[in-house]
């Protein structure tokens, strides 16, 4: 039973936006071609491309979670881990799966903020080359936070850079990443793109979608396995124009 009650708990429990539920009723005729090869999806990639810069490329997934296993492990080696604030959603909130079902091990660090700082993943960088050690290949910052706090464009780059450096990734889980954009008042391209971020989980749910993320991919190397990992992981929609719909519903206005 639905009811009038507004609840603050979490974002998750509002319902659909109209224009979401609009969206996938509009395209529920006819076929198009399944698993991404249909009109919508392409109308989604271009809107990727402008948000984020003429490279990025656009993966829809189901859900949270979904993004971020299938980004994190697409872009470490088999041996590699995560460097992650200990407040971080994949280390927190997903059940083990980035451990369970990508096989990774996350260094977490404590931070009250829930943001890391250079000085915090410089911490966690160290015998590197050494086999009794999980080697770090991927940092990963949440924007906004789980904590609410938001990174700054310089906390970023600094962050990629000391990332860069030492030839390790940085993911951005973006599950609330338009309030960021709204709070810093930047575009996504601004704070991702040309802060050095390699790949973002973008959210939908949060901000009114059914069931859609999407895995943005910013650093070209990473593009080769990205249709193979997603497939693996069980986030390749089929009828993928209805999650697509919804993408491009909350980011288009």
Request: hydrophobic share 45%.
């Amino acid at each position: 039973m639905t009811t009038n009650k507004r609840g603050f708990a979490s974002d998750n429990y509002a319902g659909v936006h109209p224009a979401v539920m609009d969206a996938m009723a509009a395209i529920n005729h006819g076929h198009e071609v399944a698993y991404g090869e249909d009109s919508v999806t392409a109308k989604f990639d271009e809107l990727v491309r402008e948000l984020f810069g003429p490279n990025a490329v656009g993966f829809p997934v189901f859900n949270g979670t979904g993004a971020n296993v299938v980004a994190l492990q697409a872009a470490t080696k088999r041996w590699e881990a995560v460097i992650c604030a200990s407040s971080a959603h994949i280390h927190v909130d997903e059940g083990g799966a980035p451990e369970k079902m990508a096989g990774l091990k996350l260094w977490t660090v404590p931070t009250s903020t829930g943001k890391l700082t250079e000085e915090l993943v410089a911490s966690q960088i160290f015998d590197m080359g050494v086999v009794h050690r999980a080697q770090p290949g991927v940092v990963s910052i949440t924007q906004t936070t789980e904590m609410g706090t938001l990174y700054q464009l310089d906390e970023i780059r600094e962050i990629a850079d000391v990332a860069h450096q030492h030839g390790l990734l940085l993911h951005l889980d973006g599950a609330r990443i338009s309030n960021a954009a709204a709070a810093l008042g930047m575009s996504f391209k601004q704070f991702t793109t040309d802060a050095g971020v390699d790949l973002v989980s973008l959210g939908g749910t949060k901000i009114g979608a059914l069931a859609a993320e999407a895995v943005v991919v910013l650093n070209p190397d990473l593009l080769a396995v990205m249709p193979y990992v997603r497939k693996q992981a069980m986030q390749l929609a089929s009828k993928m124009r209805f999650v697509s719909a919804q993408l491009v519903a909350l980011l288009t206005d």
